[in-house]
């Protein structure tokens, strides 16, 4: 369902069935805008079993804003209609598609504790990154190995975990790099498992109440599609693997201190 949704998602302009009650034509100049339950419930009948996560008004007259399975797409207030682009502030060279994205994660990224991450912090830390990562990761491997010069420059990255292979192969069983993530996620010593196990080593087995599948399951709700997927304090992606240069120019625009 959700690869359906997705794949029609991003066709992109095309009009919704609605047939929803309460989702009427209005005379021309009628200020009176109707509920956004027009928008859900055409949502629900299009793509029966959509998870949305939020819904908000649009910046674009006439349309709300809706984030759902990782996408975020604008739908006409009555239900009728429904495009998926980047919608652009032009006098201020501005994507308000992006804007609106970095909001949304930045409140749900705020909602993970601290403890069911795997943090490497300078002792002051000046900036802070969230980085989806996979321990079978080339790219993530080689972020990693920059790790003391990202910390020298007053950067502390926050490990999420995202195992690529998803979290059940399509027989049902855990995938290995779920398994192995897992394993790292429950180490007595989880920065110690995480180093070596990025560095090549399989992490000694070990299970736990873990939180690999609920990051997973955020990451795709956020829209991160690979690995690394580095995320800035305002909640922008600013890239997949970055030197540590790049990483701190990055990081300036993006910062909110």
Known sequence: MLK?????????????????????????????APAPEAVTLA???????????????????GFYQVIAAGQLVYVSQDGKYMFHGDLVDLARHKSLSDVAWARFRKSELAKVPAAQRIIFAPPHPKYTVTVFT?????????????????????????YLAWPREG????S?????????????????DRKAAFASAINGAAPKPATCVNPVKSQFDLGLKLGVNGTPTIIAEDGTVIGGYLSPVQMLQAVRKHSEG
């Not at 993530?181 to 007595?188: G, K, L, N």
């Open 167 to 170: 979290v059940t192969s399509t």
């Open 4 to 32: 359906k949704w997705m794949l029609a998602a991003c066709v992109g302009g095309f009009a919704l069935s609605a047939g929803v009650a309460g989702a009427t034509d209005t005379d021309a100049g009628a200020a009176a």
């Open 43 to 61: 949502l629900e009948k299009f793509a029966p079993g959509l998870v949305i996560d939020k819904v908000e008004p649009s910046p674009l007259p």
């Open 172 to 188: 049902g069983r855990p995938t290995p790099a779920y398994q192995e993530t897992v394993s790292v996620w429950c180490a007595a």
């Open 134 to 158: 996979d321990v079978t990761c080339p790219y993530c491997r080689v972020l990693d190995q920059h790790m003391a010069e990202y910390n020298k420059e007053g950067i502390a990255v926050q």
